[in-house]
């Protein structure tokens, strides 16, 4: 074999090695551009999925805050019903009572006329027991 026969064999070799690496460099590119697709195609999906979070966000955010106003409210009226309890059995009954009877007793010892209001009350007072 002469020396141009060895060099042609070697080119045309390295012409096939070439070819094969050509291949395998557009099979990789091809591969590449679909991945490069279907992650371009992921990031269109979590755009919409964070519009609907955003979405569920705020609607979760305006119930949390209707909920904590009915909380609010609530806390309000046992703290209403707490102190009108508060005021009956430690200032009306054990006070205001008993000294609107001797009032009471006291106008009627001096034969004073009991005002329209109390007699009214008096009979509210009863008709409740």
Do not use: Y
């Not at 490069?36 to 755009?47: E, K, N, P």
């Not at 805050?65 to 019903?81: Q, S």
């Amino acid at each position: 074999m002469s020396d141009m026969d060895a060099i042609n064999e070697r080119l045309n070799g390295t012409d096939e090695r070439l070819n094969r690496g050509e291949a395998k460099f557009t099979e990789i590119a091809e591969a590449l551009s679909k991945i490069t697709i279907h992650l371009q195609s992921q990031d269109a999906t979590l755009a919409q999925v964070s519009g609907k979070l955003d979405t569920v966000v705020n609607g979760t955010d305006s119930i949390v805050g209707m909920w904590n106003g009915g909380v609010k409210t609530v806390r309000f009226f046992c703290r209403l019903a707490e102190s009108w309890t508060f005021l009956l059995r430690k200032v009306f009954i054990p006070v205001v009572l008993p000294l609107a009877g001797i009032w009471a007793l006291m106008r009627i010892v001096n034969h004073e006329a009991l005002p329209d209001w109390v007699s009214a009350a008096i009979k509210l007072i009863m008709a409740w027991l």
